[in-house]
């Protein structure tokens, strides 16, 4: 199996930072795309921002400026750097990885289970 499992998450003021990380474990032969989803509360789930194995990235419009997304491929890692962050950015943030495991030869979606990033006014 792949088990990956978010940090960072936590409560900011408005015009504040976080740096979430995502780390992937398991039988992993290869990690394609990492991204970032949150969902706030009544809401559907969204794309923050996604990166590929080799390192090109796409944002929401929502977050483009202020977010950065990153990957180690050698941690398996994803890391979102959230910068200016705004009330409306309150959400739980999910990792996702379409991962490779040893031995198959079909790529699978995983899910983190979330971290909570609550931005105050």
């Known amino acids: 199996q792949v088990q990956l499992v978010e940090s960072g998450g936590g409560l900011v003021q408005a015009g504040g930072s976080l740096r979430l990380a995502c780390a992937a474990s398991g039988s992993i032969f290869r990690i394609n795309a990492m991204d970032w989803y949150r969902q706030a509360p009544g809401k559907q789930r969204e794309l923050v921002a996604g990166i590929t194995s080799g390192g090109s990235t796409n944002y929401a419009d929502s977050v483009k400026g202020r977010f950065t997304i990153s990957r180690d491929n050698a941690k398996n890692t994803v890391y979102l750097q959230m910068n200016s962050l705004k009330p409306e950015d309150t959400a739980v943030y999910y990792c996702?990885?379409?991962?490779?495991?040893?031995?198959?030869?079909?790529?699978?979606?995983?899910w983190g289970q979330g971290t909570q990033v609550t931005v105050s006014s």
């Open positions: 996702n990885a379409d991962a490779l495991r040893v031995g198959t030869t079909m790529t699978y979606s995983y």
